[in-house]
């Protein structure tokens, strides 16, 4: 898929990551993504009774060495949540490509009430 995606080239090629449904370009000062790209279609998105989004769980990208991944006790207390770049909603086709979205290397810190859980996921 990410002749696919990509088919149009790449903003940068830093530590770029292809993942089954997206390819993802990761900052490692930061800790979060520089770029998400994804190619939605309609049968791609398409709710599937066996993937369940319930079953993932947010997990650290061992691709990268520890200094430069971010971990779930970056979130822990700070009052932001894990925000999806490539939200977990656009990957039904399997539940291997649903999974892949709850990389932390996937993820940004959001504003939780209001925004992440409120009118950006109205917005998605």
Request: aromatic share 14%; net charge neutral; charged share 30%.
């Amino acid at each position: 898929r990410t002749g696919e995606i990509m088919r149009f080239g790449f903003p940068s090629m830093a530590n770029l990551r292809s993942f089954r449904d997206y390819v993802l370009s990761y900052d490692t000062r930061n800790r979060v993504p520089h770029w998400v790209f994804e190619h939605l279609t309609a049968e791609r998105i398409q709710k599937r009774p066996d993937v369940d989004r319930s079953k993932c769980d947010f997990r650290e990208d061992d691709s990268f060495h520890e200094f430069f991944r971010a971990t779930n006790k970056d979130y822990k207390g700070s009052g932001f949540d894990r925000g999806h770049m490539a939200a977990a909603g656009n990957h039904w086709i399997s539940q291997e490509a649903c999974d892949e979205t709850f990389f932390l290397s996937n993820i940004a810190p959001q504003v939780g009430k209001g925004f992440n859980r409120d009118s950006w996921n109205r917005l998605e």
